[in-house]
């Protein structure tokens, strides 16, 4: 069986290839402005929630010390959303695997977690039956004479 290179021919020089190629690239291209723009959204979603968290601290005017606690919380999400910004996603897969590897037992408790609570919001929106035993079932009264 014959192949590119038996024939002499370089795969280069093939017009499939270079078709091959340039779709290739266009989807690689797709793919890294999807990334780039989901990471735009998850940087301004954290944003807005460190906002949300100053925000909420604001109200504890009276409470000097409950309003830092927020602050500070509001500091370290913040924090986060430029990290998300700053670092490609390679690095934060990166450190997410390292994270994992360092303590599996914490992040199979993250993901217990997570699937559960997905469990719950997903089947949230089911109706849910009422148990026969505690159903409101009518029953026909007969009714009796006043003795």
């Given at each position: 069986m014959p192949n590119g290179a038996q024939n002499g021919r370089s795969s280069a020089a093939d017009p499939g290839f270079g078709k091959a190629q340039s779709f290739a690239d266009a989807?690689?291209?797709?793919?890294?402005?999807?990334?780039?723009?989901?990471?735009?959204?998850?940087?301004?979603?954290?944003?807005?929630?460190?906002?949300?968290?100053?925000?909420?601290?604001?109200?504890?005017?009276?409470?000097?010390?409950?309003?830092?606690?927020?602050?500070?919380?509001?500091?370290g999400v913040d924090e986060l959303a430029e990290g998300i910004s700053r670092r490609s996603f390679s690095e934060m897969y990166d450190e997410v695997h390292a994270a994992v590897r360092?303590?599996?037992?914490?992040?199979?408790?993250?993901?217990?977690?997570?699937?559960?609570?997905?469990?719950?919001?997903?089947?949230?929106?089911?109706?849910?039956?009422?148990?026969?035993?505690h159903a409101v079932v009518p029953v026909d009264v007969v009714r009796t004479s006043d003795v």
């Open positions: 989807l690689r291209d797709q793919t890294q402005g999807y990334v780039a723009k989901r990471k735009a959204d998850a940087a301004r979603l954290v944003s807005d929630v460190g906002g949300a968290i100053r925000d909420t601290g604001a109200g504890f005017d009276g409470l000097p010390q409950l309003k830092e606690f927020f602050d500070q919380a509001a500091l360092r303590r599996p037992a914490l992040a199979t408790a993250a993901a217990v977690l997570t699937g559960f609570a997905l469990f719950r919001i997903l089947n949230a929106s089911k109706v849910r039956p009422i148990p026969r035993s």
